[in-house]
């Protein structure tokens, strides 16, 4: 089975789990092997998926201010919680391939392959809820075609999202692309590095 396929199965029983509880608050039930890719997969898929439904909420007009705010510091803790498994994944993938000789015409990818399947968490995502759109009951059937047209394009782009993340691993596995992890470096949740932060506790 190419990697593509068993990531994209992952992210579709992560998301069909989730909805069986539709709760932001819920605590995850990993089924895989910790520290296994699966693992991390579904983990990845886990936190999109919550941080989904976050966005959802937070766009309701008569939500409170107070439990907006609460809300949006959960996704900002989930923005980082999804950078660091990123992080983790490509260093997975940095440790199995370390040992690859590098051709000497290899080149680097403008993307690593965790940030692609970070993307491909998200289309995952964005296909459940536009099927979901495409099988209302209650939609006009202008919507509804609407929806399914961009659930066409949708399932496209995931297939050729998911051929070009094979492809790369394919690369890098046989030498003739390397990679590389560079830290996002995310700058407003540090408090050395968000002036909004330090300067607060100079005072």
Excluded at 138 to 162: F, G
């Amino acid at each position: 089975m190419q990697f593509s396929q068993s990531a994209n199965q992952i992210f579709t029983e992560c998301i069909e789990y989730y909805h069986t509880m539709d709760d932001v608050d819920d605590s995850i039930q990993n089924p895989y092997p910790e520290k296994s890719i699966a693992y991390y997969l579904f983990l990845k898929n886990w936190i999109d998926t919550v941080q989904w439904h976050l966005e959802d909420i937070i766009r309701n007009p008569g939500i409170d201010p107070v439990e907006a705010l609460k809300i949006k510091r959960r996704i900002d803790q989930s923005n980082q919680d999804r950078t660091n498994l990123v992080e983790l994944i490509d260093s997975y993938y940095r440790d199995i391939y370390k040992d690859v000789p590098v051709l000497p015409d290899a080149t680097i990818n403008t993307e690593s392959p965790a940030w692609a399947v970070d993307r491909l968490s998200i289309l995952a995502l964005k296909i459940y809820h536009m099927q979901q759109e495409v099988d209302r009951k209650d939609a006009s059937p202008a919507h509804i075609e609407s929806c399914r047209q961009k659930l066409s394009v949708l399932l496209e782009q995931r297939e050729d999202l998911s051929s070009a993340i094979d492809q790369l691993l394919d690369d890098i596995q046989h030498g003739r692309k390397y990679m590389k992890v560079y830290k996002q470096m995310k700058m407003y949740n540090d408090p050395e590095l968000n002036p909004v932060l330090y300067g607060k506790s100079e005072k």
